[in-house]
């Protein structure tokens, strides 16, 4: 990832440059926002996460009191569907934005935590299809799974916030040097 350069006066009065480490260089940044990829991330983000909150909740009921088995099965598979087609699109995004399909330095760790998310949603469908697990097992391998999706859409959430935040005050550092020059 590119260093962008922040630039401040010390305490002379002099205009120095701070290297930072900003999410997106200017070019990237101009790629996400032109890029039509950006807006089904945003759209399919808050859909998956209400069709997570609706699949724990069916879940949880189901361990609770044993009700509803079906409809807390399918919820995981429809969870496991849009987590897929929101790691494809997410991919499409990232080789729009930085050149590369998975890994990009910017989200790293991210997408590495990404492979744990999917493994274990993965698991969940094959336990499933082969009935390697007990429905109460497999309702546990799922609470493992959206453990693991919270902790990763948290992931996400923190960056791009960071992101925004540091975009925030460059925007601002710029401002005043420009309003001070």
């Known amino acids: 990832m590119e260093q962008s350069k922040e630039i401040n006066r010390d305490r002379?009065?002099?205009?120095?440059r701070i290297p930072s480490r900003a999410l997106y260089t200017a070019q990237q940044r101009i790629k996400r926002d032109e890029s039509v990829w950006t807006l089904v991330q945003g759209v399919l983000a808050p859909i998956q996460f209400l069709v997570f909150l609706v699949s724990l909740g069916l879940v949880l009921r189901y361990l609770a009191t044993g009700e509803g088995q079906n409809i807390a099965v399918w919820s995981i598979v429809i969870k496991t569907i849009t987590l897929y087609t929101i790691m494809?699109?997410?991919?499409?995004?990232?080789?729009?934005?930085?050149?590369?399909?998975?890994?990009?330095?910017?989200f790293y760790w991210e997408?590495?935590?990404s492979m744990l998310v999917l493994a274990l949603h993965t698991a969940y469908l094959v336990a499933l299809g082969t009935e390697a697990l007990t429905t109460q097992q497999l309702m546990y391998l799922a609470l493992a799974a959206y453990a693991t999706y919270v902790i990763n859409a948290g992931q996400f959430i923190w960056k791009l916030r960071i992101a925004r935040l540091d975009h925030a005050r460059q925007q601002a550092t710029v401002a005043a040097n420009e309003a001070v020059a």
Do not use: H, M, N, R
């Not at 002379?12 to 120095?16: H, K, N």
């Not at 494809?88 to 910017?106: H, M, N, Q, R, S």
């Open 12 to 16: 002379s009065g002099d205009l120095v």
């Open 88 to 106: 494809i699109t997410g991919c499409i995004w990232e080789k729009v934005v930085f050149d590369c399909y998975l890994f990009a330095p910017a």
């Open 111 to 113: 997408d590495v935590f």
